[in-house]
C-alpha cells in the first residue's frame, strides 16, 4: 500500500522549534518530489516548502525561509522538516504530499497525489 506518515508535530512554545517527519511506504522517494503543506483553521492549505527527487533542489515560502528546513534520509525513506524560532502564526496541520516527477518540486497542491494524513503543529505565545 503506497502511503505517507506524518509524526513530530506537538505543542511548543513561541521560539522552539519541532522536527517532523514523513515517511513513505509501498514506494521510494528517490523518484518523487515531496512537499511540505500546512492548513490553519479557516485558512487555505498552502505550501511550506518541498524538495525535487534525489534532493537534487530545494524551495521555501517566503514565512519558512530561513527558519525550516527540508531534508532526507534515504535508508529510512524518509523527509524532514525542521522548523525553527516557531511562531504562534506556524500553528496549523502540517501534511506532506508526494509526486513522482523528476528535477522539480513546485507544482500545485493538486498536483500532489499522495498525502499524509497531518500532523498538528501548535505554538504558543
Known amino acids: 500500500e503506497v502511503q505517507l506518515v506524518e509524526s513530530g508535530g506537538g505543542l511548543v512554545q513561541a521560539g522552539g522549534s519541532l522536527r517532523l517527519s514523513c515517511a513513505a511506504s509501498?514506494?521510494?522517494?528517490?523518484?518523487?518530489?515531496v512537499g511540505w503543506f500546512r492548513q490553519a483553521p479557516g485558512k487555505e492549505r498552502e505550501r511550506v516548502g518541498c524538495?525535487?527527487?534525489?534532493?537534487?533542489?530545494?524551495y521555501y515560502s517566503d514565512s519558512a525561509q530561513g527558519r525550516f528546513t527540508i531534508s532526507s534520509d534515504n535508508s529510512k525513506n524518509t523527509v524532514y522538516l525542521q522548523m525553527n524560532s516557531l511562531k504562534p502564526e506556524d500553528t496549523a496541520v502540517y501534511f506532506c504530499?508526494?509526486?513522482?516527477?523528476?528535477?522539480?518540486?513546485?507544482?500545485?497542491?493538486?498536483?500532489?497525489?499522495?498525502w499524509g494524513q497531518g500532523t498538528q503543529v501548535t505554538v504558543s505565545s
Open positions: 504530499a508526494a509526486r513522482k516527477a523528476f528535477g522539480n518540486c513546485m507544482f500545485t497542491i493538486f498536483k500532489y497525489d499522495i
Open positions: 509501498g514506494f521510494s522517494f528517490d523518484d518523487y518530489a
Open positions: 524538495v525535487s527527487s534525489r534532493h537534487s533542489s530545494t
